[in-house]
Structures are given as C-alpha cells and as structure tokens.
C-alpha cells in the first residue's frame, strides 16, 4: 500500500540524483512520485526508452505520469495494457516488463490516498514547427509529418475538441481535492516564463483556452501542472512545479490552512495576485 505521495514537473528523461536524493529514506514499497507530464519514458521510441524504463523501474517506487506534449500516449507504443490500479482507484496504462512505471489516461477520476482527483494531459509543442523543419518536414503532406521517431514531436500531444469535450463530460459533476494537468488554463499561463525566441502568434493555446473554461466547471480544491519549468506557486490553491518535490499531504495542508499570509521563502509567481 502506498502512503508516500509525491509529486514533480517534467523530468524529460533526466532522473538524476537530485531525484532520488530527494527520496532518500523514503520506503520504495510505500512511495509513488507522480510526474506531471513529459516523464521522458516514451520519446526515442527505442532501446533508449528501454533503458530508462529499464533503470528507473527497479529503483522499486512507482512512478506516475500525467501525459505530457514531449512523449507518445502510451496507448500508441507497443506492450501498454489499461489496467485497474488499486493504489489510485482508477485505470492506467502499464506495460508487463516495467510494472513500476503507470501512466494516468489522457482524462480521468482517481482516488489516490485520501485525495479525489482529475487528470488532464496533454498541451502545444511551442517548438512543434522548429522539430518538423530540423527533420526536413514542411508540411502535412510529408510521410514523415506523422513519425515521431523522425521529427520528435508527436500529431497527437494535445486533446482534440472531441476528447476535450468528452473529457468535460466526464469529469463533471465531481469534487476533487486536487486537479493535475501538464499545461494550466489560459489565464494562468507564466507569460514571464514564455521563451522570447517564439512567435507567440502561431502558438496553439485551444487546451489552454479550453481548461480556463472548465475550471469554472469542475468544483477543485488545489490546481497542480508542469509544462513550463518553473517552481513556484501561480495563484492562491495553484502551483507549478519542475524540479522540486513534494508531497501531496504537505501542499494539501499548506492550502487547507491559507489565509492570505504564506511562508516567506515559498516562491510565488509574479501574476500570484491576479484572478
């Protein structure tokens, strides 16, 4: 039974020591880290997934992943089976040859711990046209525009409006404590944070556009996402995370007791004041 609950951003492959130092003294049995997106398991689509699956599979702790926009659903990679998960009350995907790494589907309920939540994948590549080119791509017509072990970006890394409206569908009508996605809804988005080298204008935002929709909803308690590399808290009840760990237990209780004055050396976003 898992009773350690812990969460981070986005590792892009790079589980180095500074992860699992974190994790020190942590009973592996009885610890889950929850990745809110682009985990890094399904990028190469190769022997080099493998290996990192290979390695981070007998550290013993499970890893679960909310599907980032840098990696394949894992429906579409080979030796994935949707499963019922006791330790989350829900269904994920897992493959039989690394039983320690789960990935959360695209949309869904969970319980995990004492917590209710919804999980919600997926976002925009705001480098999708510069990975297409480098790999001589131009447009939809080329063979190689829907191949991501040429071009390293993946046609489905967002939710169509049909999955985005299912997605709505099923997730109303609950409570949840927590809500984890990979990006956050539009007007949360860290413009600070935003690369200048990017034309925001050709930048997709419809998930964005459609989660500030749906946060007005779905009744939540605590919004965690990753996505854009920053550790910090974005709003009052929301917070970003990158590399920091940390548990759901300890952000729960940080919330739960908030009234207006928060410990002085937590990092707070620039916007943490705006609606």
């Given amino acids: 039974m898992i009773t350690n609950w812990l969460v981070r951003g986005d590792t892009h492959g790079g589980f180095s020591y500074s992860t699992w130092g974190s994790l020190v003294g942590y009973v592996p049995e009885k610890t889950a880290l929850i990745i809110l997106g682009d985990a890094g398991f399904n990028f190469y689509l190769n022997k080099f997934d493998d290996r990192l699956k290979s390695e ?4 013993g702790i499970k890893i679960y992943c909310v599907r980032g926009n840098h990696e394949a659903r894992p429906q579409d990679v080979e030796g994935y089976k949707l499963v019922h998960d006791d330790d989350v009350n829900g269904e994920v995907y897992v493959q039989d040859e690394y039983p320690n790494i ?8 969970y319980r995990i711990g004492k917590y209710r939540v919804a999980v919600i994948g997926g976002a925009y590549s705001v480098d999708k046209w510069w ?4 790999a ?13 072990k040429k071009t390293g970006w993946f046609y489905n890394e967002q939710l169509s409006t049909e999955e985005m409206a299912q997605a709505e569908k099923d997730l109303s009508g609950a409570q949840y404590d927590f809500v984890f996605t990979h990006t956050c809804p539009y007007s949360w988005m860290p413009t600070d944070l935003f690369l200048s080298s990017i034309d925001q204008s050709t930048v997709d935002n419809s998930m964005e556009k459609w989660l500030d929709q749906l946060r007005y909803k779905i009744d939540w308690g ?5 996505h854009y590399h920053a550790d910090r808290l974005e709003r009052p009840f ?3 995370y990158y590399r920091d760990i940390d548990s ?3 952000i729960y209780d940080r919330w739960d007791s908030y ?7 937590l990092i707070k976003s620039p916007n943490f004041y705006k609606d």
Avoid at 56 to 59: H, I, K, L, M, S
Wanted: hydrophobic share 40%; aromatic share 20%; charged share 30%.
């Fill in 56 to 59: 981070v599979n007998a550290r």
């Fill in 102 to 109: 789960r990935f959360f589907k695209d949309w869904g309920k």
């Fill in 131 to 134: 990975r297409l080119q480098r």
């Fill in 136 to 148: 001589g791509v131009q447009n939809k017509l080329d063979k190689n525009y829907f191949n991501p």
């Fill in 222 to 226: 605590i919004w965690l996402f990753g």
């Fill in 238 to 240: 929301v917070e970003q």
């Fill in 248 to 250: 759901l237990d300890n």
């Fill in 259 to 265: 009234t207006g004055e928060l410990n002085w050396w």
